[in-house]
Structure formats: structure tokens, C-alpha cells
Antibody
Framework: EVQLVESGGGLVQPGGSRRLSCAAS????????MHWVRQAPGKGLVWVAR????????DYADSVKGRFTISRDNAKNTLSLQMNSLRAEDTAVYYC????????????WGQGTLVTVS | AIQMTQSPSSLSASVGDRVTITCRAS??????LGWFQQKPGKAPMLLIY???ILQSGVPSRFSGGGSGTDFTLTISSLQPEDFATYYC??????????FGGGTKVEIK
């Protein structure tokens, strides 16, 4: 069974930093693209970033480019999101999600972790 | 960036109704579109990918169609567990994926 479990959310001051983690299990982590998607309270889904299976290629939404860094540790089956220079508008539930194998879409999601910038 | 316009933003329907949700892309995305269901306080769940392929385990009352710029998600006979918010996602521009704004399906 595919499982994605996020951690690291919490309250952070504007301008501060936070690191989110996602522990993956139930599949061969090193073969899949991985994504972060966020959802502000009461709002829709917004794609944030994605990372190649071997960790060598990244893409970011314009709203986070230069402030957020996605990374992975394939030996530990862990995905991370380092968030710097946080703003109030970054307040959201952050979801870790798996890419569909051999495809650019997304299939499985974690339960999310809430980051509040205030 | 590719914009995804989803309609309606909300709808009211009864159990047993046929429901159709539309997503329109700002440019041709071939069939690079997925549909997700999200219930309050829960993570989204994939229903359909590549516009019309049903994800394993998803009931057959869900179907997807379209290509190019216009896409549909149809629920053939709405069930109580289908009341939720639905989102489309384009992955044609894989450098910047974009979601539609969502459609909330409520009980009439």
C-alpha cells in the first residue's frame, strides 16, 4: 500500500524558514517523480514543485521560485521541502504527492501538513 | 502558464442524478488531464488520468472525456459518497502543472 506521511508543519513568523518532510513507503521511491502541492484554507489546490526520481531535476511554481527548495533522499525514502523567506500567503496545507509512473501526472497524496505564517 | 477554467464552481444535485463537470484549458493540452475528488479535511484522490483512463479502484460511474482544450468529468448516477469537491489538473506543461478552481458538488 502506497503511504506518504508529511511532517514539519507549524507556526512560523513572516520571513522565517521551515522544512517539511515526507516519508514514503509501499513503493520503490527512487523510481518516481515526487511533487509538493499546497492548499490555502478554504481555497483550491496549487502545484508547488516537483523533483526527478534521481534528484537531479527540479521545477517550481513562479510564486515559490528562489525561496523554496525540493530535495529527496532515496536511501531513506524521504522527500523534503525547504521553505525560506516565508510570507503570509504561503499559509496552507502542504501535500506530498507521487507522480504517475511514466507519466507527468499525480496519483497518490499524503494527508498534508499545515504551515501557518503569522 | 496554462490556465484551467473549471465550471460550474458549485452545483446542487440529488442522489441518482447524472452530473457533468467541465474543464477548459487556455491552450491545447492533448489528453494530459487528470481529475481528483477531495472530501473536507482529506487529501485529494485521483479518479481519472490521461483524460479518460479510470484509476484502479475507482467506481465505473465516473468517466472522463475530451481532448485538446475541453474536458468533462461525468458521474453517471450520483451516490451519497460522491458529495465532494472535484478538481482537474493539466500535466501537459510538466514544468508548471495547473489545477482548475474546483467544483463543489452539494446535496440538493
Amino acid at each position: 500500500e502506497v503511504q506518504l506521511v508529511e511532517s514539519g508543519g507549524g507556526l512560523v513568523q513572516p520571513g522565517g524558514s521551515r522544512r517539511l518532510s515526507c516519508a514514503a513507503s509501499g513503493f520503490t521511491f527512487s523510481r518516481y517523480w515526487m511533487h509538493w502541492v499546497r492548499q490555502a484554507p478554504g481555497k483550491g489546490l496549487v502545484w508547488v514543485a516537483r523533483l526527478k526520481p534521481d534528484g537531479t531535476g527540479t521545477d517550481y511554481a513562479d510564486s515559490v521560485k528562489g525561496r523554496f527548495t525540493i530535495s529527496r533522499d532515496n536511501a531513506k525514502n524521504t522527500l523534503s521541502l525547504q521553505m525560506n523567506s516565508l510570507r503570509a500567503e504561503d499559509t496552507a496545507v502542504y501535500y506530498c504527492a507521487r507522480g504517475i509512473y511514466g507519466h507527468s501526472g499525480i496519483d497518490y497524496w499524503g494527508q498534508g501538513t499545515l504551515v501557518t505564517v503569522s | 502558464a496554462i490556465q484551467m477554467t473549471q465550471s460550474p464552481s458549485s452545483l446542487s444535485a440529488s442522489v441518482g442524478d447524472r452530473v457533468t463537470i467541465t474543464c477548459r484549458a487556455s491552450q491545447d493540452i492533448r489528453n494530459d488531464l487528470g481529475w481528483f475528488q477531495q472530501k473536507p479535511g482529506k487529501a485529494p484522490m485521483l479518479l481519472i488520468y490521461s483524460a479518460s483512463i479510470l484509476q484502479s479502484g475507482v467506481p465505473s460511474r465516473f468517466s472522463g472525456g475530451g481532448s485538446g482544450t475541453d474536458f468533462t468529468l461525468t458521474i453517471s448516477s450520483l451516490q451519497p459518497e460522491d458529495f465532494a469537491t472535484y478538481y482537474c489538473l493539466q500535466d501537459h506543461n510538466y514544468l508548471a502543472l495547473t489545477f482548475g478552481g474546483g467544483t463543489k458538488v452539494e446535496i440538493k
